[in-house]
Structure formats: C-alpha cells, structure tokens
C-alpha cells in the first residue's frame, strides 16, 4: 500500500470548499434574524463608521453586509488563499491580506472594528489568547469587536462541507471562558448573547460583543 497522506489542515479545506462557499453562502440570508440585528449593534456601535477588519473574511460575504449597513472603510484577512481570492473577486472596494489571526499584518490602532464571525472555531480554547492579543493590538481605544462562534466545550471532526470532502477540527467555545479571556485583556464586555440551535445547527450559537478600553 501507498503511504498514508498528511492529513489535510483547515487551510486547505477551505482552500478546496472556496468557490462552492462562495455559490452557497453569498451572503448573510443563511443566518437568522437574531444574528444580523447582533451585526447591527456591532455596526451602530463602530465609531463614526470608522475602518473595519472582518477578521476571518472567508468570502467576504459579511463585508457585504457592513457595507450595506453604511460601512466603506472595510479589510479582510483569512488565512486561506482560496477563500481570499473569492473575497477579492466579490468586494472589490476592500482590502484583502492573507494571514493567520494570530499574527496579523496591520499596525496597532489600526480599526474601529474587529469583527470575527464563526473565524475562531478552528482555535483550540489555549490558543485564543494570541489571537484576542492581536484584536486589542489593532483595535483603537473604543474600539468594537464581535465574536461569533458555536457554544459548548470540545473539539469536533469535519469530514463534509459544502458538497466536498474535508478533514478539519472545529472546537466549541464557552462562553463564560471567553468573557474571561476578554476580561483579563483589558475588553468590556457589551453584550453576551446564546440562541437555540436551528435545525440544522448541532450547538447553540454564541455572539459577544465588547470594545477595548
């Protein structure tokens, strides 16, 4: 028998799921009503409409949506190539970097705004802290941000997504943990938020919205 393959990391299944994702999920129609009036506290809450990362910009679908809200000044970053050159195709008028969130490409005080919609479900709880470090390092005094994830605790296994085979760890978070997290930092926490899951949903949905001292 062939050796066995190195098992796919979450870039490239995200690499291999870009233009299916970008066909399916255009735009924020998928997420119910309780999600996109949390995007629009996040957005009321951005000051004077300042600039805004969507930090784990997939497609970009969520630009859309702030841009639609009234938003102009608008980057994204996600570390997969495939879901950036979507991105870069579908929105035009914002700024697109690969990179790791744990390592972002952009000075400190750079935004008004971090939001990171479902981006940190592929952080392990004990890796969060270098990624909420880099939101507090480019978000300025007042500054917004947003989390969007699964609630609950422990890993689960990916082998389908958008009609492609795939091998990936999603992790749940608490939310109660992620307060903490956030808290230790120097964020105020603005809103902590659960919603039942949909039918299609296998965990409750957590939204936490805070701004940085």
């Known amino acids: 028998m062939p050796p066995s393959r190195p098992a796919p990391t979450a870039r490239i299944a995200y690499d291999l799921v870009a233009a299916d994702y970008a066909r ?36 970009g679908r969520l630009l859309g949506h702030l841009r639609d809200l009234g938003h102009h000044d608008l980057a994204g970053v996600d570390f997969s190539p495939g879901m950036i050159d979507q991105a870069r195709r579908g929105y035009p008028g914002a700024s697109f ?44 005094p007042g500054g917004s941000l947003l989390l969007g994830f699964q609630s609950g605790s422990g890993p689960r296994e990916i082998r389908r997504a958008y009609g492609r085979d795939v091998k990936m760890t999603a992790y749940m978070h608490d939310p109660a943990d992620l307060v903490t997290r956030l808290g230790a930092l120097g964020f105020v926490i603005d809103e902590d938020l659960q919603r039942a899951p949909r039918d299609h949903e296998s965990s409750p949905q957590g939204f936490l919205r805070a701004h940085r001292r």
């Open 24 to 59: 399916l999920l255009p735009d924020t129609a998928a997420e119910a009503a309780a999600d996109r009036e949390v995007l629009g506290r996040f957005s009321a809450a951005v000051p004077d409409h300042g600039p805004i990362l969507d930090a784990g910009c997939g497609t």
């Open 97 to 140: 970097t690969v990179a790791e969130l744990a390592g972002l490409p952009y000075p400190a005080n750079s935004f008004e705004g971090v939001l990171a919609w479902y981006s940190i479900i592929h952080t392990a709880p004990e890796e969060l802290g270098a990624v909420f470090g880099q939101f507090l390092r480019v978000l300025r």
